[in-house]
């Protein structure tokens, strides 16, 4: 008897972990679209399905950077995606530019290179990197939650790419941001990276100076 009790919980157990799994992504809406609190339906227009915030980039001066300039379209930008499981952003990369280690929480990423040539890479479970030269017009997918990067290899010219996402709000934390600006110790990360105070303390004054840039 005590033997078919445990085999029932454990089936339990693993029906609710395979629900939880499974759910695990932007929940399915019972209606067409979803309108904002406060909007009066009988107002929706074609302009609320419409996004223009990119057209800003036709003019955007990237001389001097050195960190991508990203752009996201997410429900937050466009709250016409709520509930649509997709979201998109715009990226540009100046000359020898990057855009730092990040994950991607909520959705794996599929890049598409417009203009330039892209290394870019990530970083699985088990610690093995698998990095790729990207040119127009490559896509590469970055898995859910795994670490990532892209480096423009040119040192003369920009390069554009756009980056799709599985979610209306895939977000992003910023590994460099995340270590050294959110107010860890220094002594704290001093041990961890088993280096010197000193060490630290000048990667905390830059990213917060980043940060607030």
Do not use: W
Request: charged share 15%.
């Amino acid at each position: 008897m005590g033997k078919v009790c445990s085999f029932i919980a454990l089936a339990m157990i693993l029906a609710l972990a395979n629900s939880f799994l499974g759910n695990a992504r932007d929940p399915d809406i019972l209606k067409d679209f979803l309108i904002p609190t406060g909007l009066d339906p009988s107002n929706i227009t074609s302009q609320f399905f419409t996004y223009t915030g990119f057209r800003e980039l036709v003019n955007v001066n990237a001389t001097g950077k050195t960190a991508a300039i990203v752009t996201i379209a997410s429900m937050k930008e466009f709250p016409a995606l709520e509930g649509q499981a997709v979201s998109i952003a715009a990226l540009i990369y100046p000359p020898s530019g990057s855009n730092p280690p990040h994950v991607h929480p909520r959705a794996a990423e599929l890049l598409i290179v417009l203009q330039g040539v892209l290394e870019v890479g990530f970083v699985d479970s088990t610690n093995k990197l698998f990095k790729q030269t990207l040119q127009v017009p490559d896509m590469f997918i970055f898995p859910k939650g795994l670490v990532h990067f892209q480096v423009n290899t040119r040192s003369d010219s920009p390069a554009f790419a756009l980056g799709m996402f599985g979610s209306a709000n895939a977000g992003t934390v910023s590994l460099p941001s995340t270590v050294f600006a959110s107010g860890i110790s220094a002594e704290i990360l001093a041990k961890a990276f088993k280096t010197d105070l000193e060490t630290i303390s000048k990667l905390i004054a830059a990213n917060n100076i980043t940060k607030a840039a």
